[in-house]
């Protein structure tokens, strides 16, 4: 779901990814990626591809994070 919350990613922002379908941030920095809009944003930058960065200290009601289980082989 888009445009509840912004998203917190586990990215550091960068400039220039190396593009593809799910393309690797640098491995460190001082900003971390947001993504999908929020309530407060215009409906067309409620989308995944809408990303901007965030100092990681950051505290607002306009951002969030999703809560994701992965199931284990067996």
Not at 2 to 16: F, I, L, Q
Not at 28 to 55: E, H, L, T
Request: with cysteine; net charge positive.
């Amino acid at each position: 779901m888009h445009g509840n919350v912004w998203e917190w990613c586990s990215d550091w922002h960068g400039t220039g990814l190396s593009g593809g379908t799910d393309p690797a941030g640098p491995g460190g920095g001082s900003q971390r990626v947001v993504r999908g809009g929020c309530w407060w944003d215009y409906p067309v930058g409620c989308k995944s591809a809408n990303r901007i960065n965030v100092d990681p200290s950051s505290r607002s009601s306009l951002l969030g994070f999703r809560v994701a289980r992965s199931q284990s082989a067996q």
